[in-house]
């Protein structure tokens, strides 16, 4: 084994404690989880963990040698300070094993109060490089980065070379297109925005109509996506709507597709990336347990295999069922994409 | 309250830069933010002709800041990042925690738009970084604004986009390159040729959202002149007016002059109708989607 392969930890979400109990049961290293409120950007009816559910989990995922990761990744608004600074408190109570954070003030919150409690910087953090990291790391000890999904793995390995804080990076999922923090779309079109709401796009602003033209998506009134009789239809990410471009019609932002760079994986083992991330909190046990299934063969197959590690089709096959759009890309660590 | 402009957004050619620039040296306004804040692919001004930009403003009289460039990611962005950092005559505004810590406890700066300030307790700690200004995030309404400058620190100076389209998000991928089928790193400088950004329409023909390079912006303007007096009320210190291809010179003009209250806002706002690419919306100011249009009570009676 590598030395720099020994840690490369599998990190999958759980919207609730039986998606937790089934990343645990399916070899996720980590799984990460939010409070059911606005302090994380996944804010969804039904989903997420209230205190009694949160301490279940830990207990569940420590009883295995598993660790459990909050994310309180919105930015505290002027209004509910105190909601945030509760979930941290919570969360050293809980025995969480980091937060994920986007919010310096909150950072300094926690560094203040609970200097054990080890701190990640979340993606929605829009740290693209590592000035930007250290900067995060010098004043609160940060010792984890989620990149945004922007980077080209060669840009991701310049960054790592030049900074002492672990790198996490998507691996899997739904694909944000835009840096993460920085874009209000969401909020133009609806009020509501992940920094803001913990939320894109949100349900509550969505309407599907049966017209003359078609099934209409529509967000806030606004159409986001027309389909015809045997078009798969897919959310109304507004992102991933077609739209009209100088007298042209089409996925003018991006096409709805999932990212995967599971044939990614010995370079990123080679890298020294610390740990990837499966998104998806807002997803069914069911695909916390295929994906989460899936990923730890491949990098199991890829610790054993090294270079000549091959990609296996029924993994293909299996995470390809569960993509948005049933479709796949490397996004923007394959440099043409962009 | 001061007016500023904005840092260009678009990729203009040098000439219309430079001209551009000649009649902002006339205008009315107090400050200038100067630089490519967008893409390290635009080139055809480097950070030496911006600096040459920024003499002629500031003998003019502007204050002058250059603002850094939102998404960096390689090492020739740290590069250009590090030199207009250290660059020892003009104050600087960084968009970005790199930025912010190559200026931290150095020299006094502006916090940008996109450093995501949301609550005291982020702004309390830029200012003891040395932030001397910063500029509220455009999705942020008027009443969290108003609670931001209740608790606001000594000496820190607020800021308010209040005119122009939106910058609302940054991406790794250039959609001016992907409208004309290239990828980015051979997007042969097409945003030159849409010197107020490409209109992307739903297939209502609803204009929604301007594509800009890596940035995507409103396809509506923001426009807070109707609702000045409700931003001075809450003890801002600078509007900021966002450069557009044409008549940037008026509108910069009606803001003054609404500012000085020689003009009464409804009017102003009727002379700006024909000035402006596409209708106006300021529901980001009035806590509703950003597209929204809220006319003032005020106005509506005086119209």
Known sequence: MQPETRKFELVCPAGSLPALKTAVDNGADCIYMGFRDDTNARNFTGLNFDLANAKEGVRYAHAKGKKVLLALNTYPQTSGWQRWTSAIDNAAELGMDAVILADPGLMRYATKTHPELRLHLSVQGSATNYEAINFYHEMFGIRRAVVPRVLALAQVEQLMANTPVEIELFGFGGLCVMVEGRCALSSYATGDSPNTCGVCSPPKAVRWQETANGLESRLNGILIDRYGKDENTGYPTLCKGRFEVAGETYYAIEEPTSLNTLELLPELMRMGVAAIKIEGRQRSPAYVAQVTKVWRQAIDACRREGQSFSVKPAWMAELGKVSEGQQQTLGAYYRPWK | MKLALGPLLYYWDSEKVNAFYDTVARAPVDIVYLGETVCSRRHLLRLDDWLEVAEKLSDAGKEVVLSTQTLIESESDLKTLRKITSNPNFRVEANDMGAVRL????????????????????????????????????????????????????????????????????????????????????????????????????????????????????????????????????????????????????????????????????????????LMPELPCNGYWHGKPGLDFVPQPALARSA
């Open chain 2, 103 to 274: 200026l931290a406890n150095r020299v006094p700066f502006v916090a940008g738009p996109t450093l995501n300030i949301y609550n005291p307790q982020t702004l309390q700690l830029l200012s003891e970084m040395g932030a001397m200004r910063w500029v509220m995030p455009v999705e942020m309404s008027g009443a969290a604004l108003a609670d931001m400058q209740q608790s606001r620190p000594d000496g820190m100076e607020t800021e308010v986009f209040a005119y122009g389209r939106l910058p609302l998000a940054f991406s790794a991928r250039c959609f001016t390159a992907r409208h004309h089928n290239l990828q980015k790193d051979d997007c042969q400088f097409r945003c030159i040729d849409y010197e107020n950004g490409l209109t992307l329409k739903t297939r209502e023909g609803q204009p929604f959202l301007t594509l800009n390079g890596i940035q995507t912006m409103s396809a509506r303007v923001y426009n807070l002149l109707g609702d000045l007096e409700e931003v001075r009320a809450s003890g801002v210190d600078v509007v900021r007016v966002s450069p557009q291809a044409y008549h940037s010179e008026k509108i910069l003009h009606l803001f003054h002059e609404t500012l000085e209250q020689r003009i009464p806002p409804s009017l102003a706002l009727a002379q700006m109708e024909k």
